[in-house]
C-alpha cells in the first residue's frame, strides 16, 4: 500500500501523521502541487487538480484534511472511479462560532464595542439591542455543522427550522421551501457547501422576504449574493448580518484586504469575520488526526466513514 500525503510545511501534525501511518503503508511526502499519482493507492491533501489525477493509475481513495472539497475534481474523481472523504471533526466548533456570532449580532454587541471606543455611550435613533431568546431559528444546512448547532439552540429553549430533504430530523420542526423558511424564521444561518446548486440561493428576491429579520453564514461565500446583500443592509431591508466566509481572501497571511468590493466595513449593522470559525486553537491538529485515524481505518478494514457523494460535491 503506498500513500501520497500533499502538504505545504512539514509540522508536528503531520510528522504524527506519518508516523501512525508508516506501520501500514509506505508514506511519500510531496508538495501542494506538482505530485504525480501514478503507483499510490491512497492520496491525503487540501486540494488536487485534473492533470495530477489523470497520472493516477491505482488511485482508490484520496483524504482531504478539511471539511470543503471544492479544491477537488469530484466529477472527475467520479468517472474515475476514486472515492473521496473529508473531515467533520470541528463541526461542532464551527456550531458554537456561528452561535456567537448570531448573539454578537442581535445583542449588538460588536456595534457597541466600536462605539464605546468613540467615547459614545448612547445611541438615541437606536438605543436598544434583541435577545436571541425570543427568536426563531431557520437552518439552512442541516449537515454536521446544522446538527450541532440546533443541539446548541434547543438547549437554550430557541425554535428551530430547516428544510426538509428527506433526513432523519430531532428535535426541528421541517418546512418544504425556503419561502416559508425565511417566513418562519427571526434569524437565518447558512452553514451550506459549495455547490452549483447553493450559488447565490440567498439573492435579491429572498432578502427582500427579511425585512426586520437576521443572517448569518458560516458556510461557503457563494451562497449569498454579496451586492445584494450590501443594499438589503444599506436600504434597511434586513435588520443585520454576520458574515465569515467572503468571496476575496488574501495571498498570504501577512497582507491586508478587504473582504469584498462593497464597503461593508463602512456599515454598523453588520458583523465581519475573516472566515475565523475553524481557526480554533489545535484545529489543524484535529482536522489531520482525524484524517489518520480515517485512513488506518480503511487500510485496516476497507471502511469509509464520511465519504463525499462526489455528484453533490459534499
Not at 208 to 231: C, F, H, P, T, W
Not at 245 to 250: A, N, R
Request: glycine fraction near 8%; hydrophobic fraction near 35%; aromatic fraction near 8%.
Amino acid at each position: 500500500m503506498k500513500i501520497c500525503l500533499s502538504i505545504g510545511q512539514e509540522d508536528s501534525s503531520f510528522r504524527q501523521m506519518i508516523e501512525k501511518l508508516t506501520p501500514h503503508a509506505q508514506v511519500d511526502v510531496v508538495g501542494l502541487s506538482g505530485y504525480d499519482l501514478s503507483g499510490y493507492d491512497i492520496f491525503i491533501g487540501k486540494r488536487m487538480s485534473v492533470r495530477a489525477l489523470e497520472t493516477a493509475d491505482r488511485l482508490k481513495v484520496a483524504f482531504a484534511y478539511k471539511t470543503g472539497v471544492d479544491d477537488f475534481p469530484l466529477s472527475e474523481m467520479k468517472k474515475k472511479g476514486v472515492a473521496l472523504v473529508n473531515s467533520h471533526i470541528d463541526a461542532d466548533i464551527i456550531a458554537e462560532y456561528a452561535f456567537g456570532l448570531s448573539i454578537s449580532l442581535v445583542n449588538r454587541i460588536t456595534e457597541c464595542d466600536k462605539k464605546l471606543r468613540e467615547g459614545i455611550w448612547y445611541d438615541n435613533s437606536n438605543p436598544y439591542w434583541q435577545s436571541i431568546f425570543d427568536m426563531k431559528v431557520g437552518l439552512l444546512g442541516y449537515g454536521h455543522i446544522g446538527r450541532h448547532l440546533n443541539a446548541i439552540l434547543r438547549r437554550n429553549h430557541i425554535a428551530t427550522y430547516t428544510l426538509n430533504r428527506g433526513k432523519t430530523y430531532e428535535d426541528i420542526e421541517t418546512v418544504d421551501n425556503l419561502e416559508e423558511l425565511i417566513d418562519k424564521s427571526d434569524i437565518l444561518i447558512l452553514s451550506l457547501p459549495k455547490t452549483p446548486k447553493t450559488d447565490k440561493i440567498i439573492g435579491k428576491k429572498e432578502l427582500e422576504k427579511m425585512a426586520n429579520k437576521y443572517i448569518v453564514n458560516v458556510g461557503r461565500s457563494n451562497s449569498i449574493d454579496q451586492q445584494a446583500l450590501y443594499d438589503a443592509l444599506v436600504n434597511g431591508e434586513i435588520a443585520g448580518a454576520a458574515i465569515d466566509t467572503w468571496d476575496k481572501k488574501p495571498k498570504d497571511k501577512s497582507s491586508r484586504l478587504n473582504p469584498a468590493k462593497q464597503p461593508f466595513v463602512k456599515l454598523s449593522n453588520v458583523v465581519l469575520s475573516p472566515h475565523q470559525a475553524t481557526r480554533i486553537r489545535a484545529g489543524h491538529q484535529r482536522y489531520v488526526g482525524d484524517i489518520t485515524e480515517k485512513v488506518i481505518c480503511y487500510i485496516q478494514t476497507g471502511v469509509l466513514t464520511d465519504q463525499v457523494d462526489l455528484k453533490k460535491g459534499y
